[in-house]
């Protein structure tokens, strides 16, 4: 058996997620000088624009639920990029700041916009835009099945 | 905070992930009817198409690595849905075969057009067309970079 003969069938699953993954992998190999993940960028990429976010708020942000949005954030405190401060009116909400070695790492705050560059290289606009659209609409049917499901 | 006043910027790294979860939700909805997981759809999917494969074979095929995929094998083979059996003249070969369990699932071998079909919902021939062209090419320009990082 060759794995040309196993080609697979055309698949938008198996695309996106191919897609998705070589993105990813970019993403991982530029954050790995920094010794981020890119779970990580993404709190700091939020944290970086906002003082005193909730887990509720990150998560939200980050399209994680919150124990994994929780996860994250814990090994953030660990090494030493948050902090967790009670709110100043109301003991019981916790919330998050970037410390002074998370804000020393905002010039990547705009490091999407190297991926993009890297994904959409070639791209006319009006190809990258209807990337966005076709993309966008293909989640909506996605999220419509599994909302009536 | 509202998140509406987080809303992160334009992010093609964001908008593949979003809609391959998405996606890869409506999958699993699906699959857990029958108790089987993505991973191991893929698997199925290849097994189901031929006997004999190698765990090297199903590697290349998923486009996991060879331990990720022999993990994924070894929990099919405790569901009773593989075989892991000696080739017949290389001993140190070992294939891989479908089980009546498995193969009483084998209408699932296309269940991807039933996931084609909900994700490209009211996309024209032309638009789906446009998607993969779109997505292929962001793919090899992920590779390519990383290729040459």
Same mark, same amino acid.
């Given at each position: 058996?060759?794995?040309?003969?196993?080609?697979?069938?055309?698949?938008?699953?198996?695309?996106?997620?191919?897609?998705?993954?070589?993105?990813?992998?970019?993403?991982?190999?530029?954050?790995?000088?920094?010794?981020?993940s890119?779970?990580?960028?993404?709190?700091?990429?939020?944290?970086?624009?906002?003082?005193?976010?909730?887990?509720?708020?990150?998560?939200?942000?980050?399209?994680?639920?919150?124990?994994?949005?929780? $996860?994250?954030?814990?090994?953030?405190?660990d090494?030493?990029?948050?902090?967790?401060?009670?709110?100043?009116?109301?003991?019981?909400?916790? $919330?998050?700041e970037?410390?002074?070695?998370?804000?020393?790492?905002?010039?990547?705050?705009?490091?999407?916009? #190297?991926?993009?560059?890297?994904?959409? #290289?070639?791209?006319?606009?009006?190809?990258?835009?209807?990337?966005?659209v076709?993309?966008?609409?293909?989640?909506?049917?996605? $999220?419509?099945?599994?909302?009536?499901d």
């Amino acid at each position: 058996m060759t794995t040309k003969k196993m080609a697979p069938p055309r698949s938008i699953g198996r695309q996106l997620n191919y897609t998705a993954g070589a993105c990813n992998t970019v993403c991982q190999t530029i954050l790995e000088r920094y010794d981020l993940s890119l779970p990580q960028w993404v709190i700091l990429s939020a944290v970086w624009r906002e003082s005193g976010l909730t887990i509720g708020d990150l998560a939200a942000y980050s399209g994680n639920n919150a124990p994994a949005t929780s $996860r994250i954030v814990d090994r953030m405190i660990d090494k030493g990029l948050l902090l967790r401060t009670p709110d100043a009116h109301d003991r019981r909400t916790v $919330r998050i700041e970037a410390t002074k070695a998370a804000k020393d790492l905002s010039h990547l705050a705009n490091f999407y916009e #190297d991926i993009n560059a890297v994904l959409l #290289d070639g791209f006319s606009k009006a190809e990258a835009d209807m990337l966005f659209v076709l993309l966008e609409r293909a989640e909506q049917n996605a $999220r419509n099945w599994s909302g009536r499901d």
